[in-house]
Nanobody, 124 residues
Framework: QVQLVESGGGLVQAGGSLRLSCAAS????????MAWFRQAPGKEREFVAG????????YYADSVKGRFTISRDNANNTVDLQMNSLKPEDTAVYYC?????????????????WGQGTQVTVSS
């Protein structure tokens, strides 16, 4: 299993930017798909963006496409989420996750490794 630790959350005004980082430890990260999910108060956890480690292929939820960018750093074993043009509706706890496989799944039940989460708050 992969161990994941997120960092980089905080408070930002609408229109601003934040960068989240997820440090991954474990072997064979090239066999994994990494993803970011988020959960707002009273709502279900939802898929935000995913990346296949081996090929850097990415996939985004429609709600963040064009504003968020997911990337991975092979040298440091990190997965970052650059968030631009933030909106109040982006406010949530953001979770890094991992699954062994090749396909970028959007269901949280497909992922079996999770970080502790980091809070992102966007003020209007």
């Amino acid at each position: 299993q992969v161990q994941l630790v997120e960092s980089g959350g905080g408070l930002v005004q609408a229109g601003g930017s934040l960068r989240l980082s997820c440090a991954a430890s474990g072997r064979r990260l090239s066999s994994y798909v990494m993803a970011w999910f988020r959960q707002a108060p009273g709502k279900e956890r939802e898929f935000v963006a995913g990346i296949r480690w081996s090929s850097a292929t990415t996939y985004y939820a429609d709600s963040v496409k064009g504003r968020f960018t997911i990337s991975r750093d092979n040298a440091n074993n990190t997965v970052d989420l650059q968030m631009n043009s933030l909106k109040p509706e982006d406010t949530a706890v953001y979770y890094c996750s991992a699954r062994l496989g090749r396909s970028i799944e959007t269901s949280l039940f497909e992922y079996n490794s999770w970080g502790q989460g980091t809070q992102v708050t966007v003020s209007s």
